[in-house]
């Protein structure tokens, strides 16, 4: 996962200023899994990046 820069809207869309290379896979859906599952391989969230690292020990 990496961060990118967009530039202005052109309707639903947006001009990627950088942060993508040619040949690199872009996902449109599923963002929330693919959250999700990070988070539990111990890395920082896309979507609440000031919660920083989470642990995968459960706590009761």
Known sequence: M???ELGA???DNY???SGV??????VTN???SIDASAQLEG????M???KGMVSNEHHH
Do not use: Q, T
């Not at 290379?21 to 872009?26: H, P």
């Not at 890395?43 to 896309?46: L, T």
């Open 9 to 11: 809207s052109l309707g």
């Open 21 to 26: 290379e040619n040949g690199d896979e872009v």
């Open 48 to 50: 609440n990046e000031s």
């Open 43 to 46: 890395k920082v969230s896309m």
């Open 30 to 32: 599923g963002a929330f």
């Open 2 to 4: 990496r961060e990118i």
């Open 15 to 17: 001009v990627v200023l």
